[in-house]
């Protein structure tokens, strides 16, 4: 795939993540790169995914939703999903 070792899938942000599997899926697509090293970067294209899956859990479970009483006014905040 390149020289320089990749970053580990665990250490990468969302945004670095989603970067490098964007640059994968490109490259697949294209259908020019040879067997073995398509198959070396669609593993890391799944762990990958993986990460970003997991980033985007970790996210969606610290959003949190306003709530308004009768008034119109914001009365407190609770978890968007509480499960």
């Known amino acids: 795939m390149t020289d320089v070792r990749p970053a580990d899938v ?5 945004e670095a993540a989603l970067a490098e599997l964007e640059r994968i899926v490109g490259r697949l697509e294209q259908g020019q790169v040879p067997l073995e090293e398509s198959i070396e970067i669609y593993r890391r294209g799944e762990a990958l995914k993986a990460r970003c899956d997991e980033l985007l859990k970790k996210a969606e479970a610290r959003v949190e939703t306003i709530s ?5 006014a914001a009365k407190g905040l609770s978890a968007l999903d509480p499960d």
């Open 10 to 14: 665990a250490s990468l942000s969302f």
């Open 68 to 72: 308004v009483g009768a008034d119109g």
